[in-house]
């Protein structure tokens, strides 16, 4: 018997920021954002040799324990250690012998919410195997408690609820850990059209999102009007943005975009760089009439709104960069779990 699990990668249209604490607790948080065929997948082997593996990307970086009930924590695998750990505790359900390979699509720490997502489908394996009797709204909730609480990651809520709803959704951030996921019933035109004018370019950068959402954390709490201001204008144009998707009125995202970059950049000084800035700068003079850095910022994928044919235009300026075009299509069904 196998368990297989796979969670989608998401781009965050608008609002990306206002799901972190302090910020949501506060102010309350809102996000649209969209999940991608692009995945974190799981595989889980049941064993009966008393051990432990686990595997990331199919290689050879692996590391075997004995067949505990709590592990202790290793440098590389805290993702698989953390959840496995909350599992065994959270649903007494005692030691187990399996191995657990873990892979992605992409790099990881590159803006598409990785960790979250490897979380969520490292945690699909679980309730897939033992039968957990958990929903989607408490798969999310666990995973963002295993990263953020059990494991001290920093970073926000959306990533594990992208990956555990699936498609286009409008999602708010309340106080106490509420979170509401509202999915965007739209025309499939408007779908097509928004699919075929935003270009995903990966920089071929990584960056640790950690220090940058230390940093706008420490703007919240020290009340950095213009940090927070910012967070405001960026709650607003996730609202926008859903407006202008419901309504059809693709052409004012890229505007909304703009000023979401705009914002987003004042939420800490690292979110940016004048690589970055360059990037952005061609892209816009090449034809798009908007964009941003996918995630906490500082490297990995970028997005742009390109309309009419402008797409391959932009696509080519950007080759001047190092980067590459990611091909992509939205995904409507989130975490997905299953044995063989």
């Not at 009930?69 to 359900?93: A, D, P, S, W």
């Not at 992208?162 to 509420?178: K, W």
């Not at 926008?240 to 703009?258: T, V, Y």
Request: include cysteine; aromatic fraction near 10%; charge should be negative.
């Amino acid at each position: 018997m196998i368990i297989r699990s796979k969670a989608p990668l998401r781009i965050g249209l608008a609002g990306g920021g206002t799901d972190v604490s302090p910020y949501s607790d506060l102010y309350g948080g809102a996000i649209l954002n969209a999940t991608i065929d692009l995945y974190a997948y799981a595989s889980l082997e049941p064993l009966n040799d008393g051990k432990i593996e686990f595997v990331i990307d199919g290689t050879s970086n692996k590391i075997t324990f004995d067949s505990a009930e709590h592990l202790e924590m290793f440098e590389g695998f805290e993702l698989f250690i953390g959840v496995y750990n909350r599992v065994v505790k959270e649903f007494n359900c005692g030691a187990k012998s399996f191995r657990l390979t873990s892979y992605i699509d992409v790099p990881q720490g590159s803006g598409l919410g990785t960790s979250s997502t490897i979380v969520v489908s490292l945690l699909g394996a679980f309730v897939e195997w033992l039968k957990l009797p958990l929903g989607k709204y408490d798969i999310a909730h666990l995973a963002y408690e295993i990263e953020r609480k059990d494991l001290k990651m920093s970073g926000g809520k959306q990533d594990q609820y992208a990956a555990t709803f699936g498609g286009i959704n409008f999602i708010e951030f309340l106080s106490n850990d509420r979170v509401i996921v509202n999915p965007l019933s739209l025309k499939n035109e408007v779908v097509y059209e928004l699919e075929m004018c935003l270009l995903l370019y990966f920089t071929k950068t990584q960056r640790l999102s950690a220090q940058i959402i230390d940093d706008q954390v420490k703007n919240v709490n020290s009340n950095n009007t213009n940090a927070i201001e910012a967070m405001h204008h960026l709650k607003e144009q996730a609202i926008l943005m859903k407006e202008f998707l419901m309504k059809g009125e693709l052409n004012l995202i890229g505007e909304n975009l703009h000023k979401g970059w705009e914002n987003k950049k004042k939420m800490a000084n690292s979110i940016s760089n004048t690589f970055i800035d360059e990037i952005y700068t061609s892209a816009i003079n090449a034809g798009a009439s908007g964009g941003k850095i996918s995630g906490a910022g500082g490297g990995g994928f970028m997005f742009f709104y390109c309309p009419a044919v402008t797409k391959i235009n932009v696509g080519n300026v950007l080759k001047q960069f190092g980067g590459n075009v990611q091909s992509f299509k939205f995904t409507q069904q989130g975490l997905t779990s299953w044995t063989i």
